[in-house]
């Protein structure tokens, strides 16, 4: 191929912002002239070269703005330290079929028991099998609620924990009680995605406990209704794996202080 030629292919995947295929037109090119591939061959590494690095992109982004703790995966998670939790009803919704099915998933038990994790885990299964995802604690979706209503701008906000995703976690859901107005707005968003989008909840409390704490029966009962039609409840009865790290810390640095104080 003459230097002008390839001057002008470069400069032409550059203006389409082929940046991947422009990365690596040189070897592409060398392994087609030495008849590795043929026409086809060379064109079809060139595109899927390109397909997998935006894909790669797309994900960082996504993960990047889903609002996510931290990143964690399934494979992190040990499920010898939780025996009450059923690996395979875990392993069946990290096949996503409840996306599909707009099915919500509740994850219920105490602290520390890995319902964040859980939820991380399965937010970012969904994100890399191209699905759209957001993360938010139910605090803070309440007070940005709040505060978009306030400023007029409620259905603007709405948008952001209905539409927008095709899956929601809304993580901590009973640590702190809401009034009958912050309870109105966690229905808004529960009865705009219901048979729509999914969600998944992560709580401390069981469901029995939640009318309580939304401050409004027939608010309460609405929420759940709408929850429970599609769902699947995880209830995690283990011991907190918090403790159990801070535990084996301890474990560690009791003989080093000893050794050190000897
Ligand atoms: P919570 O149930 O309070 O939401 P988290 O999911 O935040 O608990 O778990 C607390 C910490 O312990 C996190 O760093 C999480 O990754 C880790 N963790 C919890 N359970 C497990 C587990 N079974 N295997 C591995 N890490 C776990
Ligand atoms: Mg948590």
Redesign the pocket.
Known sequence: MSQPTYERLVAQLDRLGLWRAKEILPESLSAAEQGEAGYAGFLDRLLEEEIGAREERRIKSSLRLAGLP?L?TLD????A??PSLDRGEVKDLAALTFLAKKENVLLL??????????AVALAVCACQNGYSIYFSTLDSMIRELAAADRAGKLDRKLRTYTTKSQLLVL?EVGYLPLSRAEANYLFQVISNRYERSSLIL?S?KSVGEWPELFGDHAIATAILDRLLHHSHVLS?KGH???LR?RAQAAALATPIAAHAAS
């Open positions: 931290y964690k992190s998670f040990d499920f330290f939780q038990g105490p602290p520390g028991v890995g319902k964040t994790h859980l993580d992560t401390n995690i907190s794996y918090r790290e």
